[in-house]
């Protein structure tokens, strides 16, 4: 069993659909990150959590330590949101990081 | 503010040859890290430096070393190629000590393919 899982893997929406993106870990961590990757492979950081929710125009981030759990919801959701959405975590004690497969997002005009 | 650069952007090696790509950090930024991306394993982290100090490694053979200069530039090196070793080869870079201590931006990125 991987120590990140994402799911869905594949996620197809319409203009306008919310969005959630879920990631799960079996590790002790310092802190989380979501990040985005276009095609071509350009990453973007998004956000580093450590706990609670951040919000960034139209995203938003939360991280429920205890249960281990992350989500990245994307709001009024666009074709330019089009994108494979990663989450890493980094490991307690160490900062290794441990990547996520990914979610490939779709979104249709 | 220019941003990550990664030379070169694509590479086309023979099996058993060696290779050097480059990572140019952000001006300021003085720590580097490394992934390799491939469509099997996905991200995986290859190695991190902080003022010429590597201070993580990830779990690869001794193949795959990296170094980091005194400008925060940093190299990383493949020797003896696989077939396996084609991926894209990525680099971010921060102000942070540790790679992702603050954010971290990334480079374009280099695609390796070993024939």
């Known amino acids: 069993k991987n120590e990140v899982e994402q799911s869905p893997q594949n996620l197809t929406a319409q203009e306008g659909e919310f969005i959630t993106i879920n990631c799960s870990y079996s590790v002790g961590i310092s802190a989380l990150h979501w990040l985005q990757q276009h095609p071509g492979g350009g990453i973007v950081s998004l956000f580093m959590?450590?706990?609670g929710k951040k919000k960034h125009g139209r995203l938003i981030a939360t991280i429920n330590i205890q249960e281990k759990h992350s989500s990245l919801h994307i709001t009024a959701s666009h074709p330019r949101d089009s994108a494979v959405y990663i989450c890493a975590v980094a490991l307690y004690n160490t900062d290794k990081l441990i990547f996520g497969t990914g979610t490939r997002l779709q979104v249709f005009p | 503010k220019a941003g990550v650069t990664q030379t070169p952007r694509y590479l086309i090696k023979t099996r058993g040859q060696q290779v050097t790509l480059s990572c140019s950090p952000i001006s300021g930024h003085r720590s580097v890290s490394w992934y390799q991306q491939t469509p099997g394993q996905g991200l995986q982290f290859l190695f991190e430096?902080?003022?010429?100090?590597?201070?993580n490694k990830g779990n690869f053979p001794g193949r795959f070393s990296g170094r980091q200069f005194s400008n925060s530039r940093s190299e990383m090196n493949v020797s003896t190629l696989e077939l396996g070793d084609s991926a894209l080869y990525l680099c971010a870079s921060s102000t942070g000590q540790g790679a992702w201590d603050t954010e971290a931006f990334f480079g374009q990125g280099t695609r390796l393919t070993v024939v």
């Open positions: 959590l450590s706990s």
């Open positions: 430096y902080f003022s010429e100090t590597q201070r």
